[in-house]
Every structure is written in C-alpha cells, then in structure tokens.
C-alpha cells in the first residue's frame, strides 16, 4: 500500500491529527497535515502529482513535535518501514487547535502563491515604461498599511 493511500485511511479514523510519516531518514507529512506544519515550522510545501508534501529530516523530530506540542496540535508519528506502526501519538482531544492551524496555513500558502505570481509578473516587465508608476504605487499603498 502506498503512503498515500495509508495516509488516507489513518486521516479517516483520526482526521484532526498531523501524521508524520517516517520514511527513510526523513519525516514527510501530507496533504492538509502539510498546511499545518508550513505554517507552525516553516517548512515548504511541494506539490507532487497528485498530493501536496512537506518534510523535515528525522533528526529535528522533536523540535517539530515540541512546536505541535506548544500549539496543542494532536499527532501521531509513524513508521513507514515497520508497517507503518505507531511510534508516538498526542492527542489534546477537545483542546486541539488542528483546525485552526490547517486554516491559517491554506491562507499563507495562497498568499505566498499569490506573492510569487506578482514577483514573477513584475520580474518579467521589469524593463516596460509603466514599471517605475507601478512601483512606485506599491511603494504607496506598503507605506499605508504600514501606518494601520
């Protein structure tokens, strides 16, 4: 069975849990867990063919769990090599913040999608004559938020 496929049938018996997924000598979390480890690590998401994935070498796997922790996020972290077996679990049961966390996260990957796309345009039209009005109206309305 692939671990998505694993993956997907943990998430149905606990939905509201991050799965780290030991693979090798790195953790990779999928899917939705993926929005809620780039927004409390950092960490970047991938996008694979058919899943988004991020991950973390097994040697900062207590600094993760420490920060899921700190947030009262529930996980388990499992094993792919021993059948997936579960190593550690963490479960806050009506404490958990999963959700709010899994929102937060979505919200910063669509800007920061949204941030890339208008770097690129602006990157490719660096040389057109509107763009010094261009930058200097950005420059404009940066400074306003700054005041709010």
Do not use: W
Not at 111 to 125: P, S, V
């Amino acid at each position: 069975m692939s671990m998505l496929n694993v993956y997907n049938e943990i998430k149905k018996v606990h939905p509201d849990f991050v799965l780290l997924i030991k693979s090798g000598t790195f953790y990779e979390i999928l899917e939705n867990d993926a929005y809620v480890l780039s927004n409390i690590s950092g960490y970047k998401i991938v996008d694979k063919t058919n899943y988004q994935l991020c991950g973390f070498p097994s040697n900062v796997l207590a600094k993760v769990t420490n920060k899921l922790e700190q947030k009262s996020i529930n996980y388990i972290v499992l094993d792919s090599r021993d059948n997936y077996d579960e190593l550690e679990r963490c479960d806050y049961e009506k404490l958990n913040k999963y959700e709010h966390y899994l929102e937060k996260g979505k919200r910063e990957v669509k800007r920061k999608n949204i941030i890339q796309e208008y770097n690129q345009y602006l990157e490719q039209n660096i040389e057109r004559k509107f763009m010094d009005k261009l930058l200097k109206d950005i420059g404009k309305l940066i400074d306003k938020t700054r005041e709010i």
